[in-house]
């Protein structure tokens, strides 16, 4: 296969904090929201931290981060994205001092990372608001949260300046709309939530967001700032005009955040959604400027799968962002539907709106892994599924490249095996590395290289051009 892929192109993994580090309650750090969530994005939050929730020791990343490091060296990785978290550096979230053993913590992994020859990727908030956030002050449905942010992004863009160049605000932003509570800290039922209060909650993550994006280049020109937002398209149903229309609704929800991001203001096709919608878009009146002066470097996206919109159905079919699922499409087994050609879809529709440097900071297949071990005590993963989900995706990503499309990188998810965000569960593995833990919460957290470590080693290696072996 000819390899469109750059000499400079960023190859890596990524992880968040919240789903990989664990030791939730070590070195000073404050509860997160996921601290609370058991159950996952879509079942209610617990009063306090219960002895189910995986995340509270995670895959332990905060004590094996040399171990891990290691073995993204060892692939060949150029680049890891994974977040910072916020209640590590600032508790409770509305404090004035930071926790200087929250940023000692990612002094080391972040320098560790460089030394090894791997750019750090940080993304500032990735579903992981700061609990006390979420049930004082609502979340981000409070304006307050902009300044606190603000002062949580100088913080870290001070202390690793120079190491860190490459940050995202929120991860994917646009989320909010389905899970306001995971992508917007909101304490407020989903059920209960006036799409005033969320619309007015979405703003002041996208002024906190072009705030944090004025600071990285105050601080650092040589910062490069992306917002991140899920990119799965909507096909109509049908060829119906009806459905092509729900489709670009269904698409413009979740365009609206990148046009905010990149232009600079509300796209035209928000006043008639705030208008037959009872919302007052009185709150954006203060901050045009803002927006206007602060755009992002580039699109971060995440990528999983497409669905499909109609006008008359709603089924919904159990995938995460609404929609129905296609009846051209294969499903992983959690029910996701797997579609490459999307992805190219999807990039060159991004660039061609926006002709702005994109970055695939999430694409990866979720699957039930066996380990097999042999009499020696070495250990076996065979997961040929997950090479053939990424390989059939990078193939569409060098299209793309072909198309004329600019791609700045690829950080697969996960490295390692983490916990789902959606569904709490450890068997929902993503990793190139396995991670010895059950849905139980046994197991020895021990790290065993998957066949797909191996492939994605030899992919990095050749710059692509191995793909199609
Ligand atoms: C994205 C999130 C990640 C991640 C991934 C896979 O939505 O940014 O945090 O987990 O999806 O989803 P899940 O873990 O629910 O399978």
Redesign the pocket.
Known sequence: MKSFFPDDFLWGAAA?AN?YEGAYAEGGKGLCIQDVMPG??RRPPTDAPTSGNLKLAASDFYHRWEEDIALMAECGLKTFRTSIAWSRIFPRGDETEPNEEGLVFYDRVFAKLRESGIEPVVTLS??ETPLHLARRYDGWADPRLISFFERYARTVMERYKGIVRCWLTF??IN?ILNAPLTAGGIWTPAERLSKQTLFEAIHNELVASALATKAAHEIDPDNKVGCMV?ASPFYPLTPAPEDALAALDAERANLLFSDVHVRGEYPAYAARYFEENGIDPHFIRNDQETLKKYPVDFIGL?Y?FSSCASASEKTGDGL?HGGSGNPFLEKSQ?GWTIDPKGLRYVLNTLYDRYRMPLFIV?N?L?ARDRLIRGDDGSCIIEDDYRIAFLRDHLIQVNEALHDGVGIMGYTM??FAD??????AQFS?R?GLVYVDRNDDGSGSLARFRKKSFYWYKDIIASNGENLDR
Request: charged share 10%.
């Open positions: 968040a789903q996952g994005s990735h579903y991860n994917e989320n899920i995440s999983y995460p959690w999430e990866g979720g998810w996960s983490i916990v789902s965000a959606s569904t929902k993503y």
